[in-house]
C-alpha cells in the first residue's frame, strides 16, 4: 500500500536551532517524492521535490530509498519557518499525480 | 494571474443535501484534481479530470462526482451529505497530468 507517514504532529524549536522534520514512504515502486508547506492563512505550496535536489529557502531533503525516508532539514531556523509541513508521494503505477500526503508537522519556531 | 481560484470560501449544509463546488485552474493549465483535507490531516486525493473526463479516483465513493468544462474549470459534487464529509475541499491545477500541482485556497464545508 501507498503510505506517507509523519511521526511528528509538532515540532518545536528556538531560533538558530537545527530542524528535521521526518518523513517515512511505503512505495513499491519507485515515486517521486515532494515536501509542501503552509505558511498561516496561505495555500498549500510546493517547497521542494527530490528530483530537483535543491535547497529552498534554505531547506534540504535527500531520498534514502533504502529507509524509505525523505526528511526535511535546514540547519538554523528562522522565526519565518513557522508553518505546517507536509511530505507526499507521487507514484506512476496505475496513473499520474496522484499525490498522496502524510498528516503533517506543524513546525514552531520561537525567538 | 490570481492562480488557482475556489468558491464558495466557506458552506454550511444539513445531512442529506446535495453540495457543489467549484474550481477555476491557473492560467494554461488544464488538468484538475480535486483533494478532501479532514481536520488535523494531509490532503487526501478524490479525482481528477483531464481533457473533461476523469482519469483518477481515490477511495471516495459514487455520492463524489465532478466535471469538467472546456474552458478546463472543474466542479466537485456531493450527494447525500454525511457528517463525516465535512472538511477543507482542495483544488489543484497543472499542466497535463505530470506537471506540478497549483493549490487553491480550498472551500471549507460544514455538514450539520
Known amino acids: 500500500a501507498q503510505r506517507v507517514t509523519q511521526p511528528e504532529k509538532l515540532l518545536s524549536v528556538f531560533k538558530g536551532a537545527p530542524v528535521e522534520l521526518k518523513c517515512n514512504y511505503s512505495?513499491?515502486?519507485?515515486?517521486?517524492l515532494f515536501w509542501y508547506v503552509q505558511y498561516s492563512r496561505q495555500r498549500l505550496q510546493l517547497l521542494l521535490r527530490?528530483?530537483s535536489r535543491e535547497s529552498i529557502k534554505g531547506f534540504t531533503a535527500d531520498l534514502n530509498k533504502g529507509e524509505t525516508s525523505f526528511h526535511l532539514k535546514k540547519p538554523f531556523a528562522q522565526e519565518e519557518d513557522s508553518a505546517m509541513y507536509y511530505c507526499?508521494?507521487?507514484?506512476?503505477?496505475?496513473?499520474?499525480?496522484?499525490?498522496?500526503f502524510g498528516a503533517g508537522t506543524r513546525l514552531a519556531v520561537h525567538p | 494571474d490570481a492562480g488557482v481560484t475556489q468558491s464558495p470560501t466557506h458552506l454550511i449544509k444539513t445531512r442529506g443535501q446535495q453540495v457543489t463546488l467549484r474550481c477555476s485552474p491557473k492560467s494554461g493549465h488544464d488538468t484538475v484534481s480535486w483533494y478532501q483535507q479532514a481536520l488535523g490531516q494531509g490532503p487526501q486525493f478524490i479525482f481528477q479530470?483531464?481533457?473533461?473526463?476523469?482519469?483518477q479516483r481515490g477511495n471516495f465513493p459514487d455520492r463524489f462526482s465532478g466535471h469538467q468544462f472546456p474552458n478546463y474549470s472543474s466542479e466537485l459534487n456531493v450527494n447525500a451529505l454525511l457528517l463525516g464529509d465535512s472538511a477543507l475541499y482542495l483544488c489543484?491545477?497543472?499542466?497535463?497530468?505530470?506537471?506540478?500541482?497549483?493549490f487553491g485556497p480550498g472551500t471549507s464545508l460544514t455538514v450539520t
Open positions: 527530490h528530483i
Open positions: 507526499a508521494l507521487r507514484g506512476f503505477s496505475g496513473g499520474y499525480n496522484k499525490l498522496i
Open positions: 479530470y483531464y481533457e473533461e473526463e476523469e482519469r
Open positions: 489543484a491545477s497543472s499542466l497535463n497530468l505530470v506537471g506540478e500541482q497549483y
Open positions: 512505495y513499491s515502486g519507485s515515486p517521486e
